[in-house]
């Protein structure tokens, strides 16, 4: 049997509706985190759907509680055919956000699978129940068509609470390294750079959301009676703010900024091309760090968002100077930023240019860590030759994602050299009402993780 038999059989897969009536099994199970009451749930998705169908591929797997009470458990699957070969870990999340069934466009049911034309709609179907589904069933095929072996070993972790921001995962990895030890991480989630495109990214980027607050009074006064005589938090706000980031979102603190973009990641990203798709805004062209491309800007740069402003009452404003003033702020940051220094570098900032009565506070106890692999590895050019070969498209390389995960866990806690091959697209309503994969994104995607882990049988890149 031959490399292409895999690829054949992962295609079949999809056409036999093999694949569909996994992934509509597992949709079904209502595994919201972020709702209180579905700890059975959570639960059942891993001891009633993942550990069987591990268990026919001839994994054993343990779940585990969490340590962080009432969050999501965890489940580890092991299949080891020899020491002498690499281990891939394979990484998804089987929780899902809330469903929303009152929201979606009728003739729609978040927990079914609901083909029409391209879409495959249901809750989970891009995130990521489907994304670990792809890899699971092209792992199957690979062994099936390699008569009952792969080539290498497998680790599979999934959890079940990322989208209540991962609780717990950090010191699970670290209580279980020994468990969780291999060579690659080789995961799914997030969206391709476009639907057509295969994508390949080795990381992500991190974000520290933190807030900004002025109180002065208990209550607002009149602007007639006391307009010119008190000060206005929401005006000291503005131009406090205004003094971190300037009109054109440029940052103009440099302990939020990052070191140089490395020349591999500049190279990475030259055929990138951001935006132009469909249901994409149009890009600002002249917004951000001058001199850099739009690309380099959301995947090698950082950002400083203002996500919320409030002061007095916006939907029914008064002719009262408000008692205060807040708002939350977002760092997107990338490899190379001192995030330890950041809210000592906004305060000290502050203080400097006169807004020593606004109070800087983190926003939220955790962070989302910024990582990045090398473009350079050894892994990467593996991987890309692995999927323009099962595909003949080249792939886009994104030295990291964007957006923030736990990519930390792997790279960091366990040592890993990370690759994520996203199995979604960018406009698949991802945390919405009507969430969908695209069928014939899944179909190529079948084949690309069949493409991959044949490849990786026949030895790892040197």
């Given at each position: 049997m031959s490399r292409q038999d895999a690829i054949q059989r992962a295609k079949a897969s999809y056409s036999s509706g093999r694949y569909r009536e996994i992934l509509a099994r597992r949709v079904a199970i209502p595994t919201e985190s972020q709702k209180p009451g579905r700890e059975a749930e959570l639960l059942a998705y891993l001891t009633d759907e993942i550990a069987p169908s591990l268990a026919s591929l001839g994994f054993s797997s343990t779940v585990h509680d969490n340590a962080v009470a009432g969050r999501g458990p965890f489940l580890i699957g092991s299949r080891h055919e020899a020491d002498d070969l690499p281990t891939v870990l394979i990484y998804g999340h089987g929780d899902v956000v809330m469903g929303e069934p009152q929201d979606w466009r009728a003739g729609l049911d978040p927990w079914a699978v609901t083909i029409e034309g391209d879409r495959w709609y249901g809750r989970g179907t891009a995130d990521n129940k489907g994304q670990h589904t792809i890899n699971l069933v092209a792992l199957e095929d690979v062994i099936a068509t390699r008569g009952g072996k792969l080539g290498f070993n497998v680790k599979v972790l999934i959890e079940m609470g990322e989208e209540a921001?991962?609780?717990?995962?950090?010191?699970?990895?670290?209580?279980?390294?020994?468990?969780?030890?291999?060579?690659?991480?080789?995961?799914?989630?997030?969206?391709?750079?476009?639907?057509?495109?295969?994508?390949?990214?080795?990381?992500?980027?991190?974000?520290?959301?933190?807030?900004?607050?002025?109180?002065?009074?208990?209550?607002?006064?009149?602007?007639?009676?006391?307009?010119?005589?008190?000060?206005?938090?929401?005006?000291?706000?503005?131009?406090?703010?205004?003094?971190?980031?300037?009109?054109?979102?440029?940052?103009?603190?440099?302990?939020?900024?990052?070191?140089?973009?490395?020349?591999?990641?500049?190279?990475?990203?030259?055929?990138?091309?951001?935006?132009?798709?469909?249901?994409?805004?149009?890009?600002?062209?002249?917004?951000g760090e001058p001199g850099l491309t739009p690309e380099e800007r959301v995947f090698a740069w950082n950002t400083l968002e203002v996500l919320a402003f409030l002061?007095?009452?916006?939907?029914?404003?008064?002719?009262?100077?408000?008692?205060?003033?807040?708002?939350?702020?977002?760092?997107?940051?990338?490899?190379?930023?001192?995030?330890?220094?950041?809210?000592?570098?906004?305060?000290?900032?502050?203080?400097?240019?006169?807004?020593?009565?606004?109070?800087?506070?983190?926003?939220?106890?955790?962070?989302?860590?910024?990582?990045?692999l090398d473009p350079d590895d050894a892994w990467v050019d593996w991987a890309l030759a692995s999927i323009a070969e099962t595909t003949g498209k080249k792939p886009a390389l994104l030295p990291n994602l964007g957006g923030s995960l736990p990519n930390d866990v792997f790279a960091e806690i366990l040592g890993l050299p990370t690759i994520w091959v996203p199995h979604s697209y960018g406009a698949c309503s991802q945390h919405a009402p009507n969430e969908h994969a695209l069928g014939s994104l899944t179909e190529e995607a079948l084949q690309i993780m069949a493409g991959l882990f044949w490849d990786l049988g026949e030895g790892r890149p040197r």
């Open positions: 921001g991962s609780p717990g995962l950090h010191q699970f990895a670290r209580d279980h390294s020994d468990a969780l030890k291999a060579d690659v991480l080789i995961a799914s989630d997030g969206p391709r750079l476009s639907a057509e495109r295969p994508t390949v990214f080795l990381g992500s980027r991190g974000a520290l959301n933190f807030t900004l607050s002025v109180k002065f009074r208990d209550s607002g006064h009149h602007s007639g009676n006391w307009g010119g005589l008190l000060a206005n938090p929401g005006t000291i706000l503005a131009n406090a703010i205004a003094s971190l980031v300037d009109g054109r979102g440029r940052i103009l603190v440099n302990g939020l900024k990052p070191t140089p973009i490395p020349a591999s990641v500049r190279k990475a990203l030259e055929d990138i091309h951001v935006g132009g798709g469909p249901s994409d805004p149009e890009i600002d062209r002249d917004w002061t007095g009452n916006p939907k029914a404003p008064l002719n009262a100077i408000p008692p205060e003033a807040q708002a939350t702020l977002q760092l997107r940051y990338v490899v190379g930023t001192d995030i330890e220094n950041v809210l000592p570098a906004v305060r000290a900032h502050l203080a400097m240019h006169g807004f020593a009565d606004v109070v800087v506070d983190n926003a939220r106890g955790e962070i989302f860590v910024a990582t990045r």
